[in-house]
């Protein structure tokens, strides 16, 4: 990948395009992320996104491409790129039009959120215009934390067991996403005043006392340090060439100017706003590599090593005191158990969506549905 235009990551196959589908009215891009026949054959919930959410709407009534839509999203790029917010905007346009002019309910998960808030942040007059309630699940509000200073040093394993050998290894994950702009986006916001300031340490051996080592602390605004010396020797081979990938500093100053903007988005008046955070689950907080006993010897070591977490309250992914910080005016928090894609098929969270969006059990008479858009990375 490679980092020419700002926001966007590029393929270095110049022959090649990844694009998202738009089948079914955008559903199939955020229905289930690998739709292949032998995830399907085998049932392997863990890459199903919005699947089961979409069943349960249609169930109680919804149409597809008439009162429910999809707005899928290539998970790499920024979240303010003019092509990504182009395509939010005319997602909403149509949704709205389609049902003669009624506004749009929102639901977005996890990152859909920034996207959300960046385009609010562009086009607040045109949210106000499509929009009536934009609820939101696990949303990174202030940042992912542990989960993406880890996946900026040493990747993500994005399903765990059996289930893996379907999906990108972690070290190949962690080439790809030292080139998204989308990650350095959900780096810990610095400005956040947590309960406590996460940070990433790290046990080296003392290079003027080579029998003695020290532990060494980062701050989410000292983090940037470390990045670039754990990065600086990082490469892939490609096409007989090998291609440096140390950590990105235009991404990041890109992303610093994203963060600023998330900082200062305000709701516009008139929508409702509805936050389903999760709860219960151990949670990376703070990222530790190296021991009192095995230290790092040269901090591109880190790169190959495997972290130890301190841990707090949330979704496994998204600790909770970041997802209940949304900075707005909700009509209604609610904190379930549950893991970060996962409630996205949680009953209980059904139950509040159809609470907040006014639907009846299809045993009940019909009731007039309002026209929904589900936001999801591709």
Request: net charge negative; charged share 25%.
């Amino acid at each position: 990948m490679s980092f020419r235009i700002p926001g966007y990551t590029e393929a270095l196959d110049d022959s090649s395009d990844i694009v998202v589908p738009q089948d079914d009215y955008g559903l199939y891009a955020i229905d289930i992320l690998d739709p292949s026949l032998l995830i399907k054959l085998f049932h392997v919930t863990d890459v199903y996104h919005f699947h089961d959410m979409i069943d349960m709407l249609v169930d109680h009534g919804y149409k597809k491409g008439t009162t429910l839509f999809g707005y899928g999203y290539d998970f790499r790029q920024s979240n303010r790129i003019e092509q990504t917010i182009d395509g939010l905007k005319e997602k909403l346009e149509t949704a709205y039009n389609a049902s003669g002019g009624r506004k749009v309910n929102l639901i977005s998960h996890s990152m859909g959120r920034l996207q959300v808030s960046c385009f609010i942040s562009l086009h607040s007059d045109v949210f106000s215009k499509y929009v009536n309630k934009w609820i939101t699940i696990a949303t990174p509000f202030q940042g992912a934390l542990g989960c993406i200073n880890d996946s900026l040093l040493t990747g993500l394993q994005f399903v765990e067991g059996l289930e893996s050998y379907f999906f990108v290894s972690r070290w190949s994950m962690h080439q790809l996403l030292v080139e998204c702009p989308s990650i350095y986006e959900m780096l810990p916001n610095p400005e956040f005043k947590w309960k406590k300031k996460p940070e990433i340490l790290v046990w080296k051996k003392d290079k003027k006392n080579e029998d003695s080592v020290k532990l060494e602390t980062y701050s989410s605004s000292e983090c940037v340090e470390l990045f670039v010396e754990a990065l600086k020797d990082n490469e892939i081979e490609y096409n007989k060439k090998t291609i440096p990938l140390p950590f990105n500093q235009d991404i990041y100053k890109w992303a610093a100017t994203t963060r600023k903007m998330l900082n200062n988005m305000r709701l516009p008046q008139g929508i409702e706003f509805y936050n389903i955070y999760g709860t219960s689950l151990d949670t990376p907080f703070d990222v530790c590599y190296g021991s009192e006993i095995d230290p790092i010897n040269d901090p591109s070591d880190i790169c190959h090593t495997l972290p130890e977490y301190s841990y707090v309250d949330g979704d496994g992914t998204v600790p909770a005191e970041s997802a209940m910080a949304d900075g707005f005016e909700a009509i209604e928090r609610a904190g379930i158990p549950g893991a970060h894609r996962a409630l996205l098929r949680d009953e209980l969270v059904f139950e509040y969506i159809r609470k907040w969006l006014g639907i009846q059990e299809p045993s009940m008479s019909r009731v007039k549905t309002s026209k929904v858009v589900d936001v999801g990375p591709a």
